[in-house]
Structure formats: C-alpha cells, structure tokens
C-alpha cells in the first residue's frame, strides 16, 4: 500500500518544483496538468463531453481541444469552470487512483494538483503539501512563460488566496526565495513522508515521545479539521468532533490532537479499522475501555462497564500526533467526552485546576512514551470533578448535541 501526498498551490506558485524535488528523492509523481490534458485528448469521452457542453468553438481545426478559446470562457465565468471541472475532474482522479494502486508497496505517491480548494478533497490524501509565493513572484513568473501581465494577474484571481489555501495544507513550502531554499525545505520532509509510507505499509503506528504540555496552537483546530476530513473521507460521512485539551481555546495541553468519531455500535467501530488504518490512523491494540465516571446519576445503566467500551486508532504519520476514539453515540462515554471539553471551554477554574495537574503530571511521567501511566494518573483529578462537572451541566442546560 503506497500513501497520496497531494502537491497543491495557486498557479505560477512552483508545484512542479516541489513535485520534481521530490520525484528526484523517489516520489512517483502523477501529473495532474498532463492527466487533464490526456482525458480531453482527440477521441476521448471528456473532449466529447467538453465540446457537447461548450460547443465547437473550442475544438481546433484538427479535432483537437482549443485550449486558449476555453481558457477565454471558463476564467471569465465561475459557473463555466465548475462544469469543466465536473467533467475533468472524475476523469483525472480515476488515472491517479490507477496509479496509486499500482505503485510499489510503501511508495510516496504524489499528486500535483492545482485546483485542491476544499477540506473535502483533501481528504482524500494522507497529506497535503501546499506551496506559495507572492503574488509579484508569481506574476513575474508568469509573464515568463509567455503571459501577458494582465492575463496572468486574472488567473491568479480567480483562485482561492494562499491563506484559505494554507487551511487543507499539512505542510507549506514556501518558494518566494527560489530552487534551492524550497529543496530544503522539501529535503526536511523527505524522512516524514518516507516513514508514514512504511508505517501505512505496515499497519504500524508513529513513535511518540513522553506527555509535554506546550502552550496552546492556534493551529490546532485547522489541524484537526484536516484530520476530521480524512476520518470522514474513509469511512463515510459520519459525526466527528474534536475533543480533549487541543479543542480549548487559549488552553496549554500535550501536542495531540484528541478526536471522537461516532458510531452506531463497536461492530461498526471494528468494520472500520481497515479502512482506518489505510488512511493512515491504524488500530491501537489494547484500548478498549475508557473508566466510568457518572453522567446521570438518574440512569444506573451508566455505570456498566461494558457501556464505556471503546476502540483507539492513532497517527501513522511521524509529523503529527493524533488519538481518534471511536465511541458508541449516547453511551456514557460518548456523552462524558463532549461534556467534559465543553466544561473546560466555559469554566475558567477548572481550566486553571486541570492545567495545574497535567503539567504536575506531565513532569512526572516524562519518560512515558505509552502515556499511559500519565492518563492513569488524571483519573484522580477528573473522578474528583465529576460533581461540579454535573452541576455545571445541569445549570446550564448541556447537552452533547
């Protein structure tokens, strides 16, 4: 099984560079220009859709696909570019999904991409590497090619800008600066993604280093969006929330990403873990329980162990860490889960008390690589607030909807 490293950035931003930087470091790289071309060759069905659609205006003389006569149609007209794109895209996918499949085991595949403009195409990949430039570079860049300045500057405009861009990027290479700072850049990467390829290879999970409580990122909700995409993009369209410290805002907490993927039972939860483990986060054997703690006192049920059973998956990707729980939807956990964030997220002192005893903790088990031995040792600090986590809910009305 290979991993699908999408290279994505706004035109003139230098995706070619990165994706040949990375094909010289043994990527096998789809080219998503030359596929486009290909799928409306002469002959093809995605010309004749095309030439159906916008009329014979754009076939040349020679049967072949009129490129400026298009380009002249579908970048003055957004709703013109969405059908051309609903007509080449599914094509384009289907070559590099062949690809993909064909690839050696363990291999990087990577996809140049321009157009990748939404979390849920990007979530078809195990990581997406963005790269930019400024707009003068890019314009200059342009023009070199054979642009006029203003031709080039209205390509440039009608894409998305670099900051919503950088929000579906995992990574970003920045390549104002010319080859050789973004071949560094791209060499730094290289280990990342040679390692997630042999972890997907092989069902394995990242090696992570001991608790260490870092200041708050506000990266991470983008961070987990990403995540949460790929989640839903392997397993269907189905209810994830990010959960624990990194869902705070402003709140200091381990450089985990903590999610909760909703299921209907713990069968469906084993169904998924191929599908899981594919996209990356593989099953974590041996996490099959979280420890009760009351949620309605009213409901006795809702001490019953087997109600708190749960599955973990966790990060095949060096560069980032993430816990995905799969928990049953209403089961106690599932409910204590969202309670709990949302607690810390109103409470101004329970922020302050946990925060002090996860960085007591954190110091104490820093050795622990498992963790464990430093999520056993909260249970006694969250078993002592589970009183004033259920007045707080009660007070105010909460609920996990």
Same mark, same amino acid.
């Given at each position: 099984?290979?991993?699908t490293v999408?290279?994505?950035?706004?035109?003139?931003?230098?995706? %070619?560079?990165v994706?040949?930087?990375?094909a010289?470091?043994?990527?096998?790289?789809?080219d998503s220009?030359? $596929?486009a071309?290909?799928?409306?060759a002469?002959?093809t069905?995605?010309?004749?859709?095309?030439?159906?659609?916008f009329?014979?205006?754009v076939?040349?003389?020679?049967? %072949?696909?009129?490129?400026?006569?298009?380009a &002249?149609?579908?970048?003055?007209?957004?709703?013109?570019?969405?059908?051309?794109?609903?007509?080449?895209?599914?094509?384009?996918?289907?070559?590099?999904d062949?690809?993909?499949?064909?690839?050696?085991?363990?291999s990087?595949?990577?996809?140049?991409?321009?157009?990748?403009?939404?979390?849920?195409?990007? &979530?078809r990949?195990?990581?997406?590497i963005?790269?930019?430039?400024?707009?003068?570079?890019?314009v200059?860049?342009?023009?070199?090619r054979?642009?006029?300045e203003?031709?080039?500057?209205?390509?440039?405009?009608?894409?998305i800008?670099?900051?919503?861009?950088?929000?579906?990027?995992?990574?970003?290479?920045d390549?104002?600066g010319?080859?050789?700072?973004?071949?560094?850049?791209?060499?730094?990467?290289?280990?990342?993604?040679?390692? @997630?390829?042999?972890?997907?290879?092989h069902?394995?999970f990242?090696?992570?280093g001991?608790?260490?409580?870092?200041? @708050?990122?506000?990266?991470w909700?983008?961070?987990?969006?990403?995540v $949460?995409?790929?989640?839903?993009?392997?397993v269907g369209d189905?209810?994830?929330?990010?959960?624990?410290?990194?869902?705070v805002?402003?709140?200091?907490?381990?450089?985990?990403?903590?999610?909760?993927?909703?299921?209907?039972?713990?069968?469906?939860a084993?169904g998924?873990?191929?599908?899981?483990a594919?996209?990356?986060?593989?099953l974590?054997e041996?996490?099959?329980?979280?420890?009760?703690?009351?949620?309605?006192p009213?409901?006795?049920? &809702?001490?019953?162990?087997a109600?708190w059973?749960?599955?973990v998956?966790?990060?095949?990707?060096?560069?980032?860490?993430?816990?995905?729980?799969?928990r049953?939807?209403?089961?106690?956990?599932w409910?204590?889960?969202?309670?709990?964030?949302?607690w810390?997220?109103?409470?101004?002192? &329970?922020?302050?008390?946990?925060l002090?005893?996860k960085?007591?903790l954190?110091?104490?088990?820093g050795?622990?690589?498992?963790?464990?031995?430093?999520?056993?040792?909260k249970?006694?600090?969250?078993?002592?607030?589970?009183?004033r986590?259920?007045?707080?809910?009660?007070?105010?009305g909460?609920?996990?909807?």
């Amino acid at each position: 099984m290979a991993i699908t490293v999408a290279v994505t950035g706004g035109i003139g931003a230098g995706k %070619s560079t990165v994706s040949g930087f990375l094909a010289e470091r043994g990527a096998i790289v789809v080219d998503s220009d030359r $596929m486009a071309r290909e799928v409306v060759a002469i002959g093809t069905p995605g010309l004749a859709a095309v030439a159906e659609h916008f009329g014979p205006a754009v076939i040349a003389a020679d049967g %072949s696909l009129d490129r400026a006569a298009l380009a &002249g149609i579908v970048f003055a007209d957004p709703a013109a570019r969405r059908v051309l794109e609903s007509i080449t895209h599914p094509l384009v996918r289907a070559g590099a999904d062949a690809a993909r499949r064909s690839a050696p085991p363990g291999s990087v595949v990577v996809n140049d991409i321009p157009l990748l403009t939404t979390a849920e195409a990007a &979530g078809r990949f195990h990581l997406v590497i963005g790269v930019g430039a400024p707009e003068s570079v890019r314009v200059g860049r342009l023009i070199g090619r054979g642009l006029g300045e203003q031709d080039a500057r209205s390509r440039i405009a009608v894409q998305i800008d670099d900051e919503a861009r950088r929000l579906i990027c995992d990574v970003w290479v920045d390549n104002a600066g010319g080859r050789a700072p973004a071949e560094r850049q791209v060499e730094e990467l290289w280990p990342r993604l040679v390692g @997630y390829a042999a972890n997907v290879e092989h069902g394995a999970f990242a090696v992570r280093g001991g608790p260490a409580i870092v200041p @708050y990122d506000p990266g991470w909700p983008a961070t987990a969006a990403r995540v $949460m995409a790929r989640v839903r993009a392997a397993v269907g369209d189905s209810r994830v929330d990010h959960i624990g410290s990194t869902a705070v805002p402003g709140f200091p907490a381990k450089d985990v990403i903590d999610l909760q993927l909703t299921v209907t039972d713990l069968g469906q939860a084993d169904g998924f873990a191929g599908l899981l483990a594919a996209a990356g986060l593989p099953l974590r054997e041996g996490f099959t329980q979280d420890t009760p703690h009351p949620v309605d006192p009213s409901d006795p049920s &809702g001490a019953d162990p087997a109600r708190w059973g749960k599955r973990v998956h966790v990060n095949a990707d060096p560069g980032l860490s993430v816990n995905l729980h799969l928990r049953v939807r209403d089961w106690p956990n599932w409910v204590w889960a969202l309670r709990f964030r949302d607690w810390l997220r109103s409470d101004d002192s &329970g922020r302050a008390d946990y925060l002090a005893v996860k960085e007591d903790l954190a110091a104490s088990h820093g050795e622990d690589s498992t963790v464990a031995g430093y999520a056993d040792a909260k249970e006694e600090f969250l078993a002592a607030s589970d009183a004033r986590i259920l007045a707080w809910a009660r007070a105010t009305g909460w609920t996990p909807a």
